[in-house]
T-cell receptor, first 110, second 114 residues
Framework: GENVEQHPSTLSVQEGDSAVIKCTYS??????FPWYKQELGKRPQLIID?????GEKKDQRIAVTLNKTAKHFSLHITETQPEDSAVYFC?????????FGAGTTVTVRA | NAGVMQNPRHLVRRRGQEARLRCSPM?????VYWYRQLPEEGLKFMVY????????ESGMPKERFSAEFPKEGPSILRIQQVVRGDSAAYFC????????????FGNGTRLTVT
C-alpha cells in the first residue's frame, strides 16, 4: 500500500515568514495530492490540492509543488499569520484510497 | 449544501458497550470513507463504502468493528464491546466519485471509553 512520510513534525515560524512542509510517497501510481488543515478539535479541511499532471499550483499565500520523478511534494505558506497555526496533513490518492502523512504542527509566533 | 453530517459529536461508552457512529454524506456523494484519529496522530484509513457495498475494509480491525452504508439512510460505523483503546476521533468523509475526487470531512465523533 501507499506510505506517506511528512516532515517536519513540528514547525515554529515568526509571523510574516514562510513555512515549508515536505512529503514523500511510495506508490508511483498515486496521482492526486491534497493538503488538509486541521485546527484543534475540528475537522480536516481541504486547503489546496494538486494532480499528477501539474508541477505547481498556487492559491494566494499557499502553493504546492509536485516532483513525480522523486515522488515528493511540498506545501509553501508565505507571509504567515497567526491564523495559519494548525496541524497540516499531506495525502496521496491512489485509485480510491487517500493515505495521510502523520501531520505537521505549525505554530506562528506573533 | 449541508456538508458531511456526523452524529453524535461526542459519545461516552463504558467498556463492553456498543458504539454506533452515524454519517450522512454530502448531497450527491455516494462514496463514504471512515478514518480514525488518535490524539495528536494522523488520520488512519478504516473502510471505504459505496451504497450497499463495502469496497475496502482493510484498515478496520477484524474483531468488533463493522460498517455499512445502506441504500437508504446514513452510513454506520459500529464498534461492539468497546475497550479503552477505541477512544479516538472517528471522521467520516465523502466524495462524488472514486478517482481523484476531494474528500470532504465531517466534524467527527469523539468516542471516549470509560
Amino acid at each position: 500500500g501507499e506510505n506517506v512520510e511528512q516532515h517536519p513534525s513540528t514547525l515554529s515560524v515568526q509571523e510574516g515568514d514562510s513555512a515549508v512542509i515536505k512529503c514523500t510517497y511510495s506508490d508511483s501510481a498515486s496521482n492526486y495530492f491534497p493538503w488538509y488543515k486541521q485546527e484543534l478539535g475540528k475537522r480536516p479541511q481541504l486547503i489546496i490540492d494538486i494532480r499528477s499532471n501539474v508541477g505547481e499550483k498556487k492559491d494566494q499565500r499557499i502553493a504546492v509543488t509536485l516532483n513525480k520523478t522523486a515522488k515528493h511534494f511540498s506545501l509553501h505558506i508565505t507571509e504567515t499569520q497567526p491564523e495559519d497555526s494548525a496541524v497540516y496533513f499531506c495525502a496521496a490518492h491512489n485509485d480510491y484510497k487517500l493515505s495521510f502523512g502523520a501531520g505537521t504542527t505549525v505554530t506562528v509566533r506573533a | 449544501n449541508a456538508g458531511v453530517m456526523q452524529n453524535p459529536r461526542h459519545l461516552v461508552r463504558r467498556r463492553g458497550q456498543e458504539a454506533r457512529l452515524r454519517c450522512s454524506p454530502m448531497k450527491g456523494h455516494s462514496h463514504v470513507y471512515w478514518y480514525r484519529q488518535l490524539p495528536e496522530e494522523g488520520l488512519k484509513f478504516m473502510v471505504y463504502l459505496q451504497k450497499e457495498n463495502i469496497i475496502d475494509e482493510s484498515g478496520m480491525p477484524k474483531e468488533r468493528f463493522s460498517a455499512e452504508f445502506p441504500k437508504e439512510g446514513p452510513s454506520i460505523l459500529r464498534i461492539q464491546q468497546v475497550v479503552r483503546g477505541d477512544s479516538a476521533a472517528y471522521f467520516c468523509a465523502s466524495s462524488p466519485g472514486r478517482d481523484n475526487s476531494p474528500l470532504h470531512f465531517g466534524n467527527g465523533t469523539r468516542l471516549t471509553v470509560t
